[in-house]
């Protein structure tokens, strides 16, 4: 029978089991990693649970774990996109995002001063999204049993007064906006993960979004759904629609923004943009007399300046996305079967 | 360049990595898997973010990563242990849980079937301890890309009235009771790894503490601390306890309920039973008039039938923990700087 040994390894530059293990070396790497990076008064009480003061009326609880490889890549790290990533889950559902949990898994022998880097970028993103990292955890796997690291954040938000979004409510007539070029994640993810980095100007479009649908929502609260297109694409976004409201989608293909090196890059990899991952991205069913001043309000805001009308709804074929292509013809936009990459966020 | 098929595999028994990329293979997971076992309105509405209605008041926010390794282990599982353990953690704060987020990390290739038991264990457990899983989500690695199944679940409660604990207001004279035998959760998943499980008749201890408390809170609302001693055992948490309150700790080695099969593992193993994970034990820092309503309270609990004061509250040595042995001599019980059982829970 063998036992770890719990004495502290050579390699101090590295993370060890016994950082996961609840004792001393957990509280160091406490008060040295995560405490600076993430400092509130909330989390430096150290209890295993914050205490938040929510004001009466609604909630919005949602949780994303990130296992995105590789971790650092072309416009973000795995640490600010798991800020933006349950943010936005939030903020879609009519939500001011207010506070994260935030659980990491980190395999041996993981680099402390990437985790310091991982950590501190997350901590940024949290701030300029304006939320609070109130609790968290850390457990440690032995060499092999995970990937670097993957984080799991949950969040917190207070659901605006007169605003009811949902997947449900979309109605014949309600235009579909798309804010900005699709794809941008998922290829930039993709050529980082290839090696194809050199050969492409491509960022991810991660970012927080909750101070542009802020801004939306105060324009025209009247809004019937809204969604983030990630996993999956917007694909699998706008066939959830479909389907969960009973409302046919018709899209026009040359209106949806694509930037041309992503275009290229998807015709040369014969992959559909529709079908790849956003994070920074979200698409808005407005009824058609809202449509301008949501154009307006998101056009206004940095990350949606290429904002547009991709579609609209019809009371036709219930549940199914159809495309008007360039070339006149129409096509059924399926919901997709998987994700031709796996851990892209 | 490789893209990963997106087709499903032949093996449709197992995880693929399809079922955690956002598309139909992933709906068809929730609607076989998740749903039935954890079903509930909210859960049901599959909207990207549960919305729920809390009272006005303070509540608490906790969040946990479960890797235990073995998955199935003699008293429980992981599905299990990931609702306990945040049960428990929102519990002793003072809190009523309510709803729980889940969030599982699967390796392709992982049986079908076993993923099954855990998500059904889960939901039982859940349903016993009276929360609510009203919103999740799960990703898909490659093989070799984590062990089988992690699973995260954060959790929210409602702080009660009145009540006002902290690892903070520990006070000299203060009685530290245990609600039951130390180590059997360490022990049990340690014999089980090592395959000594035929030697022992002991199980985990892992349970929901909830209903425990709120009947402690009921008969004593004046309790000054509770924490669950988990990670880092007792050793860990009383550490805490006096360092966090600025008090000294003095303890009794004979008051000190542990299983007699697992006090002859510990020695056996050279491990101080102190130092083990617990899952389903409470340690309750209780001014001495409330002493014996607290302990009454405990006993007539199945999970609190063994439960005694080991030791107080005192002004001297501040922050340090002393045991009185058996053979009347006195040692200092230090902060573990590691865990001897890597993933114990």
Same mark, same amino acid.
């Given at each position: 029978m063998q036992f770890e040994c719990p004495l502290p390894q050579a390699d101090h530059d590295r993370v060890q089991i016994a950082h996961g293990a609840g004792g001393r070396l957990s509280r160091e790497l406490m008060a040295t990693v995560f405490m600076p990076a993430l400092n509130n008064p909330m989390l430096a009480e150290l209890d295993d649970q914050a205490r938040l003061i929510l004001?009466?009326?609604?909630?919005?609880?949602?949780?994303?774990?990130?296992? !995105?490889?590789p971790l650092f890549f072309p416009g973000g790290n795995i640490g600010e996109l798991a800020v933006h990533g349950t943010v936005n889950d939030l903020a879609v559902g009519g939500a001011v995002p207010r506070f994260l949990s935030a659980g990491f898994v980190l395999e041996e022998g993981f680099p402390l001063a990437d985790l310091q880097l991982i950590v501190s970028s997350l901590g940024q993103a949290a701030a300029k999204a304006g939320?609070?990292?109130?609790?968290?955890?850390?457990?440690?796997? =032995?060499?092999? =049993?995970?990937?670097?690291?993957?984080?799991?954040? @949950? #969040?917190?938000?207070?659901?605006r007064e007169g605003i009811d979004v949902s997947c449900r409510h979309l109605q014949p007539g309600d235009r579909l906006i798309l804010s900005g070029t699709l794809a941008d994640h998922g290829i930039a993810v993709l050529c980082a993960?290839?090696?194809? @980095? +050199? =050969? +492409? %100007? *491509?960022? %991810?479009? @991660?970012? @927080?979004?909750?101070? +542009? !649908?802020?801004?939306?929502?105060? /324009?025209?609260? &009247?809004?019937?759904? +809204?969604?983030?297109?990630?996993?999956?694409?917007?694909?699998?976004?706008?066939?959830?629609?479909?389907?969960? %409201? #009973?409302? #046919?989608?018709?899209?026009?293909?040359?209106?949806?923004?694509?930037?041309?090196?992503v275009r290229g890059a998807c015709e040369l990899l014969? !992959?559909?943009?529709?079908?790849?991952?956003?994070?920074?991205? *979200?698409? !808005?069913? /407005?009824?058609?007399? #809202?449509?301008?001043?949501?154009?307006?309000?998101?056009?206004?805001?940095?990350? &949606?300046?290429?904002?547009?009308?991709?579609g609209e709804a019809v009371g036709d074929h219930p549940g199914v996305v159809v495309m008007r292509t360039a070339y006149g013809s129409r096509r059924v936009v399926e919901m997709p079967l998987g994700e031709q990459l796996p851990r892209i966020c």
């Open positions: 004001p009466p009326g609604r909630v919005a609880f949602t949780t994303d774990t990130y296992v !995105i490889t939320v609070s990292v109130v609790t968290g955890d850390t457990k440690v796997v =032995q060499k092999g =049993q995970c990937d670097g690291v993957f984080i799991n954040t @949950s #969040g917190i938000g207070e659901i993960r290839e090696g194809l @980095s +050199m =050969q +492409m %100007s *491509v960022e %991810s479009d @991660s970012a @927080s979004l909750n101070a +542009m !649908i802020s801004a939306v929502l105060e /324009v025209f609260p &009247g809004i019937h759904a +809204m969604r983030d297109p990630t996993r999956g694409g917007a694909a699998a976004t706008l066939n959830e629609l479909a389907s969960a %409201s #009973g409302v #046919g989608i018709v899209l026009e293909e040359e209106a949806i923004p694509v930037h041309p090196e014969g !992959i559909d943009p529709l079908t790849v991952a956003n994070e920074g991205k *979200v698409i !808005i069913a /407005v009824p058609s007399n #809202g449509a301008d001043a949501v154009l307006d309000a998101l056009r206004r805001d940095v990350h &949606g300046k290429n904002a547009a009308v991709i």
